[in-house]
Structure formats: structure tokens, C-alpha cells
């Protein structure tokens, strides 16, 4: 996958995040958006893994944790949600160290508890790995 496909995925990846969050409105709990996210990239033929496994690496020892990212998408992009007052330090580091372990060059943060999705609900982030690729 180059940057123009990843781009475009995340762009895709958006439109449906935005797409749930109109339909419902911010307020429900995290569970309720990731069953309509997950009903949504269906639809949209959007290959994703739910609550996948996050493995970490430590001393040359491959260790099964009880890390899930929400959703990982065409083993590139980690979508982590959210239903919070606002996003935290945390928030931004939780997706960022599931990168790292998953390799992946690029992370979405969405809150849907926020009046306008993109403008104030959205974070997108890269990696080292971004920008290895062509």
C-alpha cells in the first residue's frame, strides 16, 4: 500500500465514521458506535479485524496481552474510539503505542462525543513507519 491508498482509506474510514456519528448523535456509550462502525465498513466492503489482539515483543519473548485495538484496518491503519468528554494525553498515546506493536503507519482517533466529528472529534497520526513507504 503506497500513501495515496493509505490517505484514501483513512478518508474512507472517516466518511463512515461520520456517516454514524450523524445518524446517532454524540452521546451513547463506545460500544454502540464501534457495532454501527463496524455494520458500517461492512456495507462500504472495508476488510477490518474488531477488538484485535495486540501482541508485545518484550526480550525477544512474543507475549499475548489483554491490549485489543478497536479496530485494525487492511493490517495498516488502527482506529481506536472513543465516547469521552474530551480526548486526553492518554487517548493520543494509547493509539500511537498500538502502532508501534502493530507496525502500522497510521492511527485515527475518533470521539463521537463531540458536536462536529472531524473538527473536534477526529485525530490523525503517523509513524516512523508513514514514512517508509512510497
Keep these: ?47 477490518f479485524l474488531s477488538e484485535h489482539s495486540v501482541k ?3 526480550k525477544n519473548n512474543v507475549l499475548d496481552t489483554d491490549l485489543r ?27 500511537l503505542t498500538y502502532m508501534k506493536l502493530l507496525k502500522a503507519p497510521k492511527g485515527l482517533l475518533i470521539n463521537f462525543n463531540s458536536a462536529n466529528l472531524v473538527q473536534f472529534g477526529k485525530r490523525s497520526f503517523v509513524n516512523e513507519y508513514y514514512r517508509l513507504i512510497s
Design 56 to 58: 508485545v515483543n518484550y
Design 1 to 47: 500500500m503506497n500513501k495515496f491508498e493509505l490517505d484514501e482509506l483513512e478518508y474512507q474510514v472517516t466518511g463512515a465514521c461520520i456517516e454514524v456519528h450523524q445518524a446517532l448523535g454524540p452521546g451513547l456509550l463506545e460500544s454502540v458506535y464501534h457495532k454501527c462502525l463496524k455494520w458500517e465498513l461492512q456495507i462500504r466492503r472495508i476488510p
Design 69 to 95: 485495538v478497536d479496530l485494525f484496518i487492511r493490517n495498516t491503519l488502527v482506529v481506536e474510539l472513543k465516547s469521552v468528554d474530551s480526548l486526553l494525553p492518554i487517548h493520543d498515546a494509547q493509539v
